[in-house]
Protein backbone atom coordinates (compact mmCIF):
# COMPACT_ATOMS: atom_id res chain seq x y z
CA UNK A 1 0.00 0.00 0.00
CA UNK A 2 1.44 3.22 -0.98
CA UNK A 3 0.12 6.49 1.02
CA UNK A 4 1.15 9.76 -0.35
CA UNK A 5 1.06 12.75 2.35
CA UNK A 6 1.68 16.62 1.66
CA UNK A 7 3.28 17.96 4.67
CA UNK A 8 3.40 21.52 6.26
CA UNK A 9 5.29 23.31 8.73
CA UNK A 10 8.72 23.02 9.75
CA UNK A 11 11.78 22.37 7.51
CA UNK A 12 10.69 19.83 5.42
CA UNK A 13 7.77 21.52 3.63
CA UNK A 14 6.39 19.78 0.74
CA UNK A 15 3.39 18.02 -1.07
CA UNK A 16 3.27 14.31 -2.38
CA UNK A 17 5.52 12.29 0.07
CA UNK A 18 5.51 8.51 -1.09
CA UNK A 19 5.26 6.32 2.21
CA UNK A 20 5.19 2.87 1.04
CA UNK A 21 3.64 0.29 3.87
CA UNK A 22 3.71 -3.54 3.50
CA UNK A 23 2.38 -6.65 5.63
CA UNK A 24 1.75 -10.69 5.29
CA UNK A 25 -1.24 -11.50 3.23
CA UNK A 26 -1.49 -14.28 5.67
CA UNK A 27 -1.13 -14.69 9.17
CA UNK A 28 -1.04 -17.73 11.46
CA UNK A 29 -4.06 -17.84 14.50
CA UNK A 30 -2.46 -15.85 17.38
CA UNK A 31 0.46 -15.43 15.59
CA UNK A 32 2.74 -12.53 15.01
CA UNK A 33 3.48 -10.19 11.51
CA UNK A 34 5.86 -7.81 10.65
CA UNK A 35 4.36 -4.60 9.40
CA UNK A 36 6.56 -2.43 7.38
CA UNK A 37 6.98 1.62 6.32
CA UNK A 38 9.55 2.49 3.57
CA UNK A 39 10.29 5.71 3.71
CA UNK A 40 11.17 8.13 0.67
CA UNK A 41 14.99 8.14 -0.53
CA UNK A 42 15.32 11.52 0.21
CA UNK A 43 13.64 14.28 2.04
CA UNK A 44 14.81 17.92 1.06
CA UNK A 45 14.81 20.39 3.98
CA UNK A 46 13.38 23.89 2.68
CA UNK A 47 14.57 25.85 5.14
CA UNK A 48 18.46 25.54 6.97
CA UNK A 49 18.89 22.58 8.80
CA UNK A 50 22.19 22.43 10.69
CA UNK A 51 24.49 19.35 10.47
CA UNK A 52 24.44 16.34 12.71
CA UNK A 53 20.98 17.66 13.49
CA UNK A 54 18.77 14.68 15.03
CA UNK A 55 15.69 13.93 12.70
CA UNK A 56 13.13 11.79 13.88
CA UNK A 57 10.36 10.62 11.81
CA UNK A 58 7.32 9.03 13.37
CA UNK A 59 4.56 6.99 11.97
CA UNK A 60 1.44 5.67 13.01
CA UNK A 61 -1.26 2.53 11.69
CA UNK A 62 -4.58 1.79 12.38
CA UNK A 63 -5.02 -2.26 13.35
CA UNK A 64 -8.63 -3.40 12.49
CA UNK A 65 -9.93 -7.04 12.96
CA UNK A 66 -9.10 -7.57 16.10
CA UNK A 67 -5.45 -7.58 15.39
CA UNK A 68 -3.04 -5.75 18.54
CA UNK A 69 -2.15 -3.05 19.48
CA UNK A 70 -5.25 -1.30 17.67
CA UNK A 71 -2.82 1.41 16.78
CA UNK A 72 0.07 0.74 16.09
CA UNK A 73 3.41 3.34 15.72
CA UNK A 74 6.95 3.63 14.81
CA UNK A 75 9.48 6.12 15.13
CA UNK A 76 12.86 6.42 13.01
CA UNK A 77 15.93 8.33 14.11
CA UNK A 78 19.25 9.57 12.39
CA UNK A 79 21.16 12.30 11.95
CA UNK A 80 20.91 15.24 8.69
CA UNK A 81 24.36 15.43 7.38
CA UNK A 82 25.65 18.51 5.51
CA UNK A 83 23.44 20.18 3.28
CA UNK A 84 19.79 20.52 2.95
CA UNK A 85 18.78 16.78 2.03
CA UNK A 86 18.28 14.06 4.74
CA UNK A 87 18.83 10.36 3.45
CA UNK A 88 16.96 7.87 6.01
CA UNK A 89 18.98 4.75 7.10
CA UNK A 90 17.86 2.42 7.46
CA UNK A 91 14.73 3.04 5.21
CA UNK A 92 12.69 1.18 6.91
CA UNK A 93 10.49 1.22 10.32
CA UNK A 94 9.15 -2.03 11.19
CA UNK A 95 6.65 -2.93 14.27
CA UNK A 96 4.55 -6.01 15.19
CA UNK A 97 1.02 -6.82 14.80
CA UNK A 98 -0.66 -9.74 16.88
CA UNK A 99 -3.37 -11.71 15.20
CA UNK A 100 -6.30 -13.08 16.57
CA UNK A 101 -7.54 -16.78 16.38
CA UNK A 102 -9.41 -15.94 13.00
CA UNK A 103 -11.09 -13.90 10.81
CA UNK A 104 -8.87 -10.96 8.93
CA UNK A 105 -6.64 -8.59 10.06
CA UNK A 106 -7.07 -4.64 8.52
CA UNK A 107 -4.13 -2.00 8.66
CA UNK A 108 -4.91 1.17 7.65
CA UNK A 109 -2.70 4.41 7.90
CA UNK A 110 -3.13 6.01 11.35
CA UNK A 111 -2.94 9.47 12.84
CA UNK A 112 0.04 11.47 14.63
CA UNK A 113 -0.90 14.04 17.32
CA UNK A 114 -4.74 13.28 16.79
CA UNK A 115 -5.34 14.38 12.96
CA UNK A 116 -2.02 13.79 11.23
CA UNK A 117 -0.36 10.85 9.69
CA UNK A 118 3.02 11.41 9.67
CA UNK A 119 5.46 13.65 11.42
CA UNK A 120 9.38 14.62 10.64
CA UNK A 121 11.06 16.57 13.38
CA UNK A 122 14.45 18.44 13.37
CA UNK A 123 16.80 18.99 16.11
CA UNK A 124 16.68 18.14 19.91
CA UNK A 125 13.92 18.52 22.15
CA UNK A 126 13.20 21.89 23.60
CA UNK A 127 13.02 25.38 21.35
CA UNK A 128 15.22 24.57 19.04
CA UNK A 129 12.58 21.75 17.36
CA UNK A 130 10.50 22.21 13.88
CA UNK A 131 8.22 20.05 13.84
CA UNK A 132 6.93 18.92 9.89
CA UNK A 133 3.14 17.24 10.13
CA UNK A 134 2.17 14.96 7.04
CA UNK A 135 -1.28 14.75 6.28
CA UNK A 136 -3.33 11.95 4.15
CA UNK A 137 -3.34 13.78 0.87
CA UNK A 138 -6.78 12.45 0.50
CA UNK A 139 -9.90 13.59 2.62
CA UNK A 140 -9.89 10.09 3.56
CA UNK A 141 -7.47 7.31 4.36
CA UNK A 142 -6.33 5.14 1.37
CA UNK A 143 -7.92 1.59 1.28
CA UNK A 144 -5.91 -0.51 3.29
CA UNK A 145 -3.82 -3.69 3.63
CA UNK A 146 -5.78 -7.10 5.20
CA UNK A 147 -4.20 -9.95 6.48
CA UNK A 148 -6.27 -13.52 6.64
CA UNK A 149 -5.65 -15.03 9.59
CA UNK A 150 -5.08 -19.05 8.50
CA UNK A 151 -3.24 -22.28 9.64
CA UNK A 152 -0.07 -22.04 8.26
CA UNK A 153 -0.10 -18.72 7.24
CA UNK A 154 3.50 -16.69 7.65
CA UNK A 155 5.31 -13.87 5.87
CA UNK A 156 4.29 -13.12 2.59
CA UNK A 157 1.44 -15.55 0.56
CA UNK A 158 2.43 -18.65 1.87
CA UNK A 159 6.04 -18.05 1.02
CA UNK A 160 8.78 -16.57 3.81
CA UNK A 161 9.47 -12.98 3.64
CA UNK A 162 11.80 -12.66 6.45
CA UNK A 163 12.34 -9.12 8.28
CA UNK A 164 16.42 -9.81 8.84
CA UNK A 165 18.18 -6.89 11.19
CA UNK A 166 21.43 -6.68 9.04
CA UNK A 167 24.64 -4.93 10.91
CA UNK A 168 28.67 -5.32 11.55
CA UNK A 169 29.89 -7.11 14.35
CA UNK A 170 29.71 -5.22 17.76
CA UNK A 171 32.45 -2.56 18.22
CA UNK A 172 33.12 -2.34 14.50
CA UNK A 173 32.70 1.08 12.78
CA UNK A 174 31.35 0.74 9.16
CA UNK A 175 30.27 4.14 6.77
CA UNK A 176 28.23 1.17 4.90
CA UNK A 177 26.07 0.43 8.09
CA UNK A 178 25.94 3.69 10.03
CA UNK A 179 23.04 1.79 11.79
CA UNK A 180 21.08 -1.38 11.71
CA UNK A 181 19.50 -2.39 7.97
CA UNK A 182 16.23 -3.99 7.66
CA UNK A 183 16.56 -6.20 5.16
CA UNK A 184 13.38 -8.68 3.55
CA UNK A 185 14.57 -12.10 2.11
CA UNK A 186 12.17 -14.30 0.64
CA UNK A 187 13.28 -17.79 2.42
CA UNK A 188 12.18 -20.86 0.76
CA UNK A 189 13.28 -24.32 2.06
CA UNK A 190 13.10 -27.80 0.27
CA UNK A 191 13.21 -30.60 2.90
CA UNK A 192 13.15 -34.02 1.90
CA UNK A 193 10.78 -36.26 0.11
CA UNK A 194 11.42 -38.89 2.52
CA UNK A 195 13.93 -39.21 5.90
CA UNK A 196 14.71 -41.60 8.49
CA UNK A 197 15.91 -41.53 12.29
CA UNK A 198 19.56 -41.86 12.52
CA UNK A 199 20.49 -40.20 9.34
CA UNK A 200 20.88 -36.68 7.46
CA UNK A 201 18.52 -35.22 6.16
CA UNK A 202 19.42 -32.42 3.57
CA UNK A 203 17.51 -29.32 3.14
CA UNK A 204 17.97 -26.93 0.21
CA UNK A 205 17.65 -23.23 1.72
CA UNK A 206 17.55 -20.35 -1.39
CA UNK A 207 17.06 -16.99 -0.24
CA UNK A 208 15.56 -13.44 -2.75
CA UNK A 209 16.56 -10.39 -1.58
CA UNK A 210 13.14 -8.23 -1.80
CA UNK A 211 12.93 -4.42 -2.98
CA UNK A 212 10.52 -3.15 0.23
CA UNK A 213 13.35 -3.15 2.97
CA UNK A 214 16.83 -1.73 2.80
CA UNK A 215 19.25 -2.65 0.35
CA UNK A 216 22.45 -5.05 1.95
CA UNK A 217 25.54 -3.86 1.23
CA UNK A 218 29.33 -5.58 1.57
CA UNK A 219 30.63 -4.00 4.65
CA UNK A 220 34.07 -2.02 4.38
CA UNK A 221 35.93 -5.74 5.61
CA UNK A 222 34.39 -8.07 2.87
CA UNK A 223 36.44 -10.34 1.81
CA UNK A 224 38.24 -9.81 -1.83
CA UNK A 225 38.08 -13.49 -2.24
CA UNK A 226 35.93 -16.90 -0.57
CA UNK A 227 33.35 -15.08 0.53
CA UNK A 228 30.48 -17.01 1.52
CA UNK A 229 27.01 -17.50 2.97
CA UNK A 230 26.43 -19.08 6.08
CA UNK A 231 22.09 -20.00 6.76
CA UNK A 232 21.18 -21.41 9.67
CA UNK A 233 17.77 -22.95 10.08
CA UNK A 234 15.55 -23.92 13.02
CA UNK A 235 14.39 -27.38 13.27
CA UNK A 236 11.81 -28.99 16.35
CA UNK A 237 10.82 -32.32 16.48
CA UNK A 238 11.57 -36.10 15.92
CA UNK A 239 14.77 -35.33 18.05
CA UNK A 240 16.12 -32.70 15.89
CA UNK A 241 19.10 -30.62 16.89
CA UNK A 242 17.45 -27.07 17.78
CA UNK A 243 19.86 -25.23 14.93
CA UNK A 244 21.60 -26.22 11.90
CA UNK A 245 24.31 -24.72 9.72
CA UNK A 246 25.28 -24.66 5.97
CA UNK A 247 27.17 -23.08 3.76
CA UNK A 248 27.25 -21.55 0.05
CA UNK A 249 29.92 -19.83 -1.80
CA UNK A 250 29.60 -16.67 -3.56
CA UNK A 251 30.07 -16.74 -7.35
CA UNK A 252 30.64 -13.04 -8.32
CA UNK A 253 33.05 -10.67 -6.71
CA UNK A 254 31.01 -8.08 -4.74
CA UNK A 255 33.17 -5.08 -3.57
CA UNK A 256 33.20 -3.62 -0.58
CA UNK A 257 29.92 -0.85 -0.55
CA UNK A 258 27.98 -2.52 -3.53
CA UNK A 259 24.82 -3.92 -2.83
CA UNK A 260 24.54 -7.99 -2.68
CA UNK A 261 21.63 -8.54 -5.09
CA UNK A 262 22.25 -12.25 -5.25
CA UNK A 263 22.32 -15.03 -2.88
CA UNK A 264 23.75 -18.52 -3.36
CA UNK A 265 21.99 -21.81 -2.19
CA UNK A 266 22.54 -23.85 0.76
CA UNK A 267 22.67 -27.02 1.76
CA UNK A 268 21.96 -27.66 4.88
CA UNK A 269 21.80 -31.20 6.85
CA UNK A 270 19.24 -32.49 9.75
CA UNK A 271 19.97 -35.23 11.43
CA UNK A 272 16.53 -36.52 13.29
CA UNK A 273 16.96 -39.38 15.75
CA UNK A 274 13.49 -40.68 16.22
CA UNK A 275 10.21 -40.84 14.38
CA UNK A 276 7.96 -38.51 13.75
CA UNK A 277 7.74 -34.81 11.95
CA UNK A 278 10.43 -31.87 12.11
CA UNK A 279 9.40 -28.41 11.56
CA UNK A 280 11.86 -26.17 9.85
CA UNK A 281 11.92 -22.29 10.71
CA UNK A 282 14.66 -19.67 8.96
CA UNK A 283 17.60 -18.40 11.32
CA UNK A 284 19.88 -16.56 11.25
CA UNK A 285 22.72 -15.54 8.26
CA UNK A 286 25.97 -14.60 8.20
CA UNK A 287 28.68 -13.21 5.44
CA UNK A 288 32.36 -13.69 5.46
CA UNK A 289 35.02 -16.72 5.19
CA UNK A 290 33.77 -18.06 8.86
CA UNK A 291 30.21 -18.33 10.59
CA UNK A 292 31.61 -17.63 13.64
CA UNK A 293 33.68 -14.47 13.06
CA UNK A 294 31.35 -12.98 9.85
CA UNK A 295 31.58 -9.59 8.76
CA UNK A 296 28.35 -9.36 8.69
CA UNK A 297 25.53 -10.83 10.43
CA UNK A 298 21.52 -10.52 10.30
CA UNK A 299 19.36 -11.66 12.41
CA UNK A 300 15.63 -13.35 11.65
CA UNK A 301 13.05 -12.33 13.96
CA UNK A 302 11.50 -15.23 15.98
CA UNK A 303 8.52 -15.59 15.35
CA UNK A 304 5.74 -14.97 12.61
CA UNK A 305 7.86 -17.17 10.02
CA UNK A 306 6.62 -20.05 7.54
CA UNK A 307 7.40 -23.40 8.86
CA UNK A 308 8.25 -26.38 6.70
CA UNK A 309 7.67 -29.63 7.80
CA UNK A 310 9.08 -33.32 6.67
CA UNK A 311 8.35 -36.89 7.98
CA UNK A 312 10.98 -39.20 9.92
CA UNK A 313 10.60 -42.95 9.56
CA UNK A 314 12.32 -45.43 10.97
CA UNK A 315 15.94 -46.39 10.44
CA UNK A 316 17.00 -48.39 7.64
CA UNK A 317 20.72 -49.74 8.84
CA UNK A 318 20.14 -52.98 10.46
CA UNK A 319 20.39 -53.03 14.39
CA UNK A 320 23.43 -54.53 15.83
CA UNK A 321 23.78 -58.44 16.38
CA UNK A 322 24.73 -58.82 20.04
CA UNK A 323 26.21 -62.30 20.75
CA UNK A 324 26.45 -63.13 24.98
CA UNK A 325 29.64 -65.05 26.00
CA UNK A 326 29.21 -68.66 26.76
CA UNK A 327 29.26 -68.81 30.58
CA UNK A 328 32.76 -70.65 31.81
CA UNK A 329 32.72 -73.14 34.51
CA UNK A 330 34.96 -72.93 37.43
CA UNK A 331 34.09 -75.84 39.67
CA UNK A 332 36.80 -78.72 39.41
CA UNK A 333 35.95 -81.13 36.35
CA UNK A 334 36.89 -85.03 36.99
CA UNK A 335 40.21 -86.34 35.13
CA UNK A 336 39.31 -89.56 33.13
CA UNK A 337 42.03 -91.81 32.37
CA UNK A 338 41.80 -94.28 29.34
CA UNK A 339 44.74 -97.08 28.76
CA UNK A 340 44.88 -98.16 25.22
CA UNK A 341 46.59 -101.13 24.00
CA UNK A 342 49.01 -100.94 21.12
CA UNK A 343 49.89 -103.64 18.92
CA UNK A 344 53.29 -102.94 17.13
CA UNK A 345 53.54 -105.32 14.05
CA UNK A 346 57.51 -106.08 13.42
CA UNK A 347 58.26 -104.87 10.30
CA UNK A 348 61.36 -106.42 7.98
CA UNK A 349 62.97 -103.35 9.03
CA UNK A 350 63.35 -104.19 12.91
CA UNK A 351 63.09 -107.85 13.05
CA UNK A 352 66.15 -109.43 13.88
CA UNK A 353 67.80 -112.48 12.03
CA UNK A 354 70.22 -115.36 13.49
CA UNK A 355 73.08 -115.32 11.10
CA UNK A 356 75.92 -117.97 10.91
CA UNK A 357 79.18 -116.91 11.51
CA UNK A 358 81.34 -116.20 8.75
CA UNK A 359 83.08 -119.34 7.99
CA UNK A 360 82.07 -120.85 11.47
CA UNK A 361 80.86 -124.09 12.37
CA UNK A 362 76.78 -123.68 12.05
CA UNK A 363 75.62 -123.64 15.85
CA UNK A 364 72.33 -123.09 14.98
CA UNK A 365 71.52 -119.98 17.41
CA UNK A 366 73.91 -117.94 18.36
CA UNK A 367 75.49 -115.39 16.28
CA UNK A 368 74.06 -112.29 16.28
CA UNK A 369 71.70 -113.29 19.15
CA UNK A 370 74.17 -112.94 21.79
CA UNK A 371 75.04 -115.93 24.49
CA UNK A 372 74.23 -119.83 23.20
CA UNK A 373 70.89 -121.11 25.01
CA UNK A 374 72.47 -124.31 25.65
CA UNK A 375 74.30 -123.14 28.46
CA UNK A 376 71.25 -121.88 30.51
CA UNK A 377 69.88 -125.79 29.78
CA UNK A 378 72.94 -127.45 31.19
CA UNK A 379 73.04 -125.25 33.97
CA UNK A 380 69.65 -125.30 34.79
CA UNK A 381 70.21 -129.58 34.98
CA UNK A 382 73.01 -128.69 36.99
CA UNK A 383 70.96 -127.18 40.15
CA UNK A 384 67.66 -129.64 39.48
CA UNK A 385 70.45 -132.49 40.09
CA UNK A 386 72.40 -130.83 42.98
CA UNK A 387 68.58 -130.20 44.53
CA UNK A 388 67.85 -133.86 44.22
CA UNK A 389 71.23 -134.96 45.91
CA UNK A 390 70.51 -133.10 48.40
CA UNK A 391 67.08 -134.13 49.59
CA UNK A 392 68.11 -137.71 49.66
CA UNK A 393 70.91 -136.74 52.39
CA UNK A 394 68.75 -135.34 54.26
CA UNK A 395 66.12 -138.08 54.09
CA UNK A 396 69.07 -140.55 55.09
CA UNK A 397 69.56 -138.31 58.14
CA UNK A 398 65.93 -138.14 59.29
CA UNK A 399 65.93 -142.05 58.87
CA UNK A 400 69.18 -143.13 60.86
CA UNK A 401 67.79 -140.18 63.81
Known amino acids: MEVTYDCVGGSFVATGV ?12 SGTASIKWTLPTTLTATSTVAANTPITIEGSLTIGGGGTPASLTKT ?3 TMASGNTYTP ?29 FKITAGASGSQQSVTECTYKSATPATGLSMLVQAGGGNGNGTDIVAYVCDVPTGTTDTNYPTEADVDIKVVMTPPTSASANADASITWTGTIQ ?21 TIKATGAGAPATATGEGSFTTTIQPGADITTLPSVTIKVKPTTTGTVSLTAGDLAFGTSSTSPVLRCTAPTTGLKAYTFTVGASTSPSPTTTSPTPTNTSPRPTTTRTSTVTVTPTSSTTRRSQTPKAGADT ?33 RSIKG
Open 18 to 29: KVTITAPDTVAP
Open 76 to 78: HSG
Open 89 to 117: SPATMEATVTAPASGTVTITPGTVNTTKG
Open 211 to 231: TTGDTLKAPQAWPASGAKLFA
Open 364 to 396: GAGGMMGPDGRLFILTGTALVGAAAVGGLLMRR
